[in-house]
């Protein structure tokens, strides 16, 4: 019966909620129509204000709070006390976020190009007419509907420093020929970019793969066809003709790519780094197991502006490789 009588409370919430929800879309219909707003268009804006209501509130809301709790010392359990900039003087100071934010970019800077080039590699063969085609696109795409943390915690086992870590106990003969011994991955601070930098070879083939198949696939033929005619070798078509029709899916996947490689979490918070690890994960653990919450706001709001200036740079460079079908450059 407890159980039962909070999930009656709950479920009375939500239905209060609900109904104030729409009261709000009813009230909003009859101001327009009152307004002589057109049925239609009154309509419209009603049926939005869910979606306005919880841009606001789940969206907006918290974006204008953390920018004020950045500006203060907060610890959840007592009112959040204004410091003015202190908290970002602090990072400057902070040896732990230079660290952070070193590997971080280091490991996008890495990972983002690596994954155009190895998506596109895998897009290309799954491009071309093999017998089972079909299933090779489903397995390539396993890697974007598997959950983060369990190809995380599986990469984990797989790099272990011990011979029970598959990729140590299976180079161990090649590192004996040098008279060397397997890396300790990420025990050792100089390998442990390099061992998530090889656990984001599993996340090429998803989504990326599926994209770039896309935008292979939206190629007019007849670009082919006319090239053939004239001669064209494989290379000359791939680089006269795929790459610059490719570069519309390109751009967005290099864009998406950036902002992912910032924010990269899930690989870091289930690895378990004893040192530096990714800024994501310095500002989880200064917000939630610190209880640091104004100084895990300056870090949200530091990577926010790096990531702006990296898509801003993205943006502005795109007059100069992105081609659009039937765009005239001048």
Do not use: C
Not at 100 to 122: D, E, K, N, W
Not at 180 to 189: A, E, I
Request: hydrophobic share 55%; proline share 5%; no cysteine.
């Amino acid at each position: 019966m407890p159980v039962f009588g909070w999930y009656a409370e709950t479920l009375v919430r939500y239905v209060i909620v609900a109904v104030a929800i729409v009261v709000v879309m009813l009230l909003t219909y009859r101001g327009l129509r009152a307004a002589g707003v057109r049925r239609e268009a009154a309509t419209g804006f009603a049926l939005i204000i869910p979606w306005f209501l919880g841009f606001l509130i789940w969206n907006l809301f918290p974006v204008v709070a953390s920018l004020y709790l950045s500006l203060t010392d907060y610890n959840i359990l007592q009112a959040p006390n204004i410091v003015g900039l202190a908290n970002y003087q602090q990072l400057a100071e902070d040896a732990q976020f230079w660290a952070s934010l070193r590997l971080t970019m280091a490991y996008s800077a890495i990972t983002v190009p690596l994954g155009l080039i190895l998506s596109l590699f895998a897009a290309t063969l799954l491009n071309q007419g093999v017998r089972g085609v079909g299933l090779w696109r489903t397995l390539y795409y396993l890697p974007a509907i598997l959950p983060a943390f369990v190809t995380a915690l599986l990469w984990r086992l797989m790099l272990l420093p011990t011979r029970t870590g598959l990729v140590n106990s299976a180079t161990e003969p090649v590192w004996s020929l040098f008279g060397d011994t397997p890396p300790r991955w990420f025990l050792d601070p100089g390998t442990v970019l390099w061992g998530f930098v090889i656990m984001s070879f599993w996340g090429v083939f998803g989504a990326n793969t599926v994209i770039m198949l896309a935008g292979l696939k939206n190629i007019p033929k007849d670009l082919y066809e006319a090239a053939d005619v004239d001669g064209a070798g494989l290379r000359a078509k791939f680089r006269h003709i795929t790459v610059p029709q490719l570069t519309p899916t390109l751009f967005y996947l290099l864009v998406m790519g950036i902002i992912a490689g910032i924010q990269v979490f899930d690989q870091g918070l289930f690895v378990r780094v004893p040192r530096e690890n990714f800024l994501n994960v310095y500002l989880y653990q200064q917000g939630f197991t610190f209880f640091h919450m104004g100084y895990a706001s300056a870090i949200a709001w530091v990577m926010l502006v790096i990531i702006l200036v990296l898509t801003l740079a993205v943006f502005r460079s795109s007059s100069a490789w992105v081609y659009y079908e039937g765009e005239v450059k001048r």
